[in-house]
């Protein structure tokens, strides 16, 4: 089999029915499966996939133990040579999932690819970045992102100084949607389940280069994501103290705290990906 492809849904049933009403419309011309991880929604996320899409694997999780472990269940049972882990805010049309698949047939030695992200409206999201340092999930919440030497930080963290139009190796990909190779998780191992929510894509990333795997941003998929960062809006007092902010501190502190006095792997040299 090509890909299984892995959805974990908690609470978004409508998100979900639109996700997978894209998928079967694509017609790929690769073997998949699709497994989705429900993470104790208690709704009727379970009917409407039986009904709709009865050839899709629904795995039920007695409760929420957060977002890595929902993946992790979809990965064990998992038979694709590719795992692509998405999130049901995610939309492909077109032939975005094969670009990605034949990217990473011609190119061994990448453990893991993510593709452009863009708004609905065509905009690009920043989803490929540098590794942080401790005070990065400060600045990005608090006034101090408004001073002019961290605006400056943040720019190289989210690499917006970079026009995102070609495939490169980056440090880390946001892990809303994320092709991996099957053999590098197998080397690797599943997600840390110490993350409920946050830093695991980040914590995974980092394995990936510290075993040899490459980590490739690939311009040449163009993917729509419907995910809005609405903690980031918010007046920062208020986004400080709502339930994601305060995981998000969780695993910030979780992720330094595992990797305290460890050096940063080191990226080989090597040649750009060609688009």
Known sequence: MDVSIIIVNYRSMGLLKQ???NISRLQLPLSFEIIVVDNASHDQSANMVATLFPTVHYVQLPDN????????????????RYRLILNPDIA???????????????SPEIGVVGPKLINPDGSLQYT?????SFFMPLYRRTFLGQLPWVKRRLADYLMTWWDHSRNR??????GGCLLIRATALQQIGLLDERFFMYFE?????????????????????EIVHY???SSAEQ??????FSLTSREHIKSWLKYFAKYIGAPLPVRPTIAEPHS
């Open 128 to 132: 490929c970045y540098n590794f942080p």
């Open 201 to 221: 894509d980040v914590d995974f990333c980092r394995q990936c280069w510290q075993r040899g795997w490459r980590v490739t941003y690939f311009a040449d998929s």
């Open 65 to 80: 133990r957060g977002y890595s472990v929902g993946v992790n269940s979809g990965l064990r049972v998992a038979q694709g």
């Open 19 to 21: 996700c997978l009403k």
């Open 92 to 106: 492909i049309f077109g032939h975005e999932l094969e670009r990605m698949v034949e990217f990473m047939d011609s």
């Open 169 to 174: 190796d980056v440090d880390w990909l946001l």
């Open 227 to 229: 995910h809005q960062r």
């Open 235 to 240: 007046w920062w007092p208020t986004a400080m």
